[in-house]
C-alpha cells in the first residue's frame, strides 16, 4: 500500500504561481479517483480540484480558470497548477485518492503549506 507525501508549497506573493505534486506509487491500478483539498487557518477542508480515472474533472468555483489537475501517468504523479494566487487561498494543501477495487477508501497525504503573502 502506498502513501500520499504532498510537495511543492511554499510562500508566495499574490499573483503568483505554484505546482504541488502527489506521487500515486503503491497504489497501482486501484485508483479511482484523484483530488486535491486544502484547509486555510480556522476553516473547514474544501475541494479545489478532482480527476476521475477516465480523465473527467471538477474544479472548485472559486478556483475555475486558475487551476489545473492534471496526472503523469508516466511519472505516476498528480499536480495542481494554480495561478494567480490570492491570500486567502493560504492553506495546507492536501493530495486524497480513491481506491480499490472492490471496496472503495480514500487515502489522504498529510499536506503541504501554502503561503501567500500581499
Known amino acids: 500500500q502506498g502513501r500520499l507525501v504532498e510537495s511543492g508549497g511554499g510562500s508566495v506573493q499574490t499573483g503568483g504561481s505554484l505546482r504541488l505534486s502527489c506521487p500515486l506509487s503503491g497504489f497501482g491500478r486501484a485508483i479511482n479517483t484523484m483530488g486535491w483539498y486544502r484547509q486555510p487557518p480556522g476553516k473547514q477542508r474544501e475541494l479545489v480540484a478532482t480527476?476521475?480515472?477516465?480523465?473527467?474533472?471538477d474544479y472548485g468555483d472559486s478556483v475555475k480558470g486558475r487551476v489545473t489537475i492534471s496526472r503523469d501517468t508516466a511519472k505516476n504523479k498528480v499536480y495542481l497548477q494554480i495561478n494567480s494566487l490570492k491570500p486567502e487561498e493560504t492553506a495546507v494543501y492536501y493530495c486524497k485518492i480513491t481506491a480499490g477495487f472492490e471496496t472503495a477508501i480514500d487515502y489522504w497525504g498529510q499536506g503541504t503549506q501554502v503561503t501567500v503573502s500581499s
Open positions: 480527476l476521475i480515472s477516465r480523465g473527467n474533472t
